[in-house]
């Protein structure tokens, strides 16, 4: 199976939970934190949760194949782009409004172009997805089931 590993809080026994996964399923792309990047494989995108948080893209993924967000993927999300512009009250609250958006339509590009890309069979959040990032990614898993 393949997994994409949401565990970003630098967990202390992280390299056991990696070792244990990885004998029945291949870990594809993992949000973790720098110190834990010692524990990935040679086929795992590793991406820094604070570089992932600030929307910027995991070293080694090409973006230049990720579309925009189309019409019909933007209306099928109001209601997220609308919870995630209010989330980011808490930590971009230096941002105006079109910041916002627009931070919100970069991930929404990278994030859809991410999942596209790697197909994952299956995504392990540490915790409820909290942050702009993680719900964002929390939401497009369910489009596309």
């Known amino acids: 199976m393949r997994l994409f590993l949401m565990w970003g809080t630098g967990y202390p026994k992280v390299g056991d939970l990696i070792a244990e996964l990885r004998k029945s399923h291949q870990i594809i792309y993992w949000i973790g934190r720098t110190r834990d990047r010692k524990e990935k494989s040679s086929e795992t995108v590793f991406h820094d949760y604070f570089e992932a948080y600030e929307g910027k893209p995991a070293k080694g993924v090409d973006t230049s194949t990720f579309d925009p967000p189309g019409e019909h993927l933007i209306k099928s999300l109001r209601d997220t782009e609308a919870v995630i512009l209010t989330m980011m009250n808490k930590h971009f609250d230096w941002m105006c409004v079109d910041e916002r958006r627009h931070l919100y339509f970069s991930m929404l590009r990278y994030w859809y172009g991410v999942l596209k890309q790697y197909k994952p069979d299956l995504i392990i959040f540490r915790t ?17 089931n």
């Open 128 to 144: 409820v997805p909290h942050g702009v990032f993680d719900y964002l990614i929390y939401e497009l898993a369910k489009m596309f």
